[in-house]
């Protein structure tokens, strides 16, 4: 185990690389960084990356480089092996973890869709999900299915991720990049960044118009869940689809009163 600095551009995990740490982001951005050598995401502090590759002992399928001077620790496979060995209820549920993740891995990288997931996708979906109050009850391995749905796509300049008007059919995370928020009078109100934006998460359980649009300003990395996909996993875990649709509800009459009243 050991904290290090890694400076700006400085590369911490390469592609085809083994996978024998777990990085937990104390300060700064490290960024995923695909075989195309597009930025497919932006991890800052708290965020953590490589435990798939741990638990299914794959290789690094993506590269890990710094935006900016970090601060990053690093528990090493062999450490967390040693204290897994102490603590037998630990590592039985590491184990558990570890298979679960590995059939929804299998399931995804057999399928018939040019999405395939890496094992990064996978830990920035899970993280990406659980800053929504909507998920933050909800059992990790509800949230890690979900995620295995998640599909990224990068974004042009002056391409509009989501049109105003539209019928909303999923959400998005904005995993890299910088976006504006526009009403349907083409005024700016809001601009938004990577890798803490996110939007389009009522179309998960309404169906609703989307209400502006959001155009990048810059190269985008987004991870979308549509609502097939949310719906269908939902069907599996009713009482889990109750609790979301509850807290989802109390957060649009919030925001409905809030209007009102403004």
């Given at each position: 185990m050991q904290c290090f600095v890694v400076e700006e551009s400085q590369v911490v995990v390469s592609i085809g690389d083994e996978s024998d740490a777990i990085y937990f982001i104390l300060s700064g951005v490290l960024q995923v960084i695909g075989q195309d050598g597009i930025v497919h995401a932006e991890m800052t502090s708290g965020s953590f990356c490589g435990e798939v590759g741990v638990l299914l002992n794959l290789k690094r399928t993506a590269s890990i480089r710094a935006k900016v001077q970090s601060h990053v620790f690093k528990l090493t496979k062999s450490d967390l092996d040693g204290v897994i060995e102490e603590y037998p209820v630990m590592k039985l549920a590491l184990e558990e973890a570890a298979n679960a993740r590995y059939e929804l891995f299998k399931l995804r990288t057999t399928a018939t869709t040019p999405n395939i997931p890496d094992q990064f996708d996978v830990e920035i979906g899970s993280q990406s999900l659980a800053k929504l109050n909507i998920f933050r009850n909800v059992d990790p391995s509800v949230v890690s299915q979900l995620s295995?749905?998640?599909?990224?796509?990068?974004?042009?300049?002056?391409?509009?991720?989501i049109q105003c008007g539209d019928i909303g059919d999923g959400m998005y995370f904005l995993a890299a990049g910088n976006a504006e928020v526009i009403t349907e009078f083409g005024e700016v109100i809001d601009t938004v960044s990577g890798p803490s934006a996110y939007f389009g998460e009522v179309a998960l359980l309404e169906?609703?118009?989307?209400?502006?649009?959001?155009?990048?300003?810059?190269?985008?990395?987004?991870?979308?869940?549509?609502?097939?996909?949310?719906?269908?996993?939902?069907?599996?875990?009713?009482?889990?689809a109750l609790q979301i649709?509850?807290?989802a509800d109390a957060r649009m009459q919030k925001y409905l009163m809030r209007n009102v009243l403004a």
């Amino acid at each position: 185990m050991q904290c290090f600095v890694v400076e700006e551009s400085q590369v911490v995990v390469s592609i085809g690389d083994e996978s024998d740490a777990i990085y937990f982001i104390l300060s700064g951005v490290l960024q995923v960084i695909g075989q195309d050598g597009i930025v497919h995401a932006e991890m800052t502090s708290g965020s953590f990356c490589g435990e798939v590759g741990v638990l299914l002992n794959l290789k690094r399928t993506a590269s890990i480089r710094a935006k900016v001077q970090s601060h990053v620790f690093k528990l090493t496979k062999s450490d967390l092996d040693g204290v897994i060995e102490e603590y037998p209820v630990m590592k039985l549920a590491l184990e558990e973890a570890a298979n679960a993740r590995y059939e929804l891995f299998k399931l995804r990288t057999t399928a018939t869709t040019p999405n395939i997931p890496d094992q990064f996708d996978v830990e920035i979906g899970s993280q990406s999900l659980a800053k929504l109050n909507i998920f933050r009850n909800v059992d990790p391995s509800v949230v890690s299915q979900l995620s295995m749905k998640m599909v990224r796509k990068s974004w042009k300049v002056s391409e509009n991720i989501i049109q105003c008007g539209d019928i909303g059919d999923g959400m998005y995370f904005l995993a890299a990049g910088n976006a504006e928020v526009i009403t349907e009078f083409g005024e700016v109100i809001d601009t938004v960044s990577g890798p803490s934006a996110y939007f389009g998460e009522v179309a998960l359980l309404e169906q609703v118009p989307r209400t502006a649009s959001v155009k990048c300003i810059t190269v985008c990395s987004t991870y979308a869940l549509s609502k097939s996909d949310f719906l269908a996993v939902m069907d599996k875990y009713p009482e889990i689809a109750l609790q979301i649709k509850e807290t989802a509800d109390a957060r649009m009459q919030k925001y409905l009163m809030r209007n009102v009243l403004a």
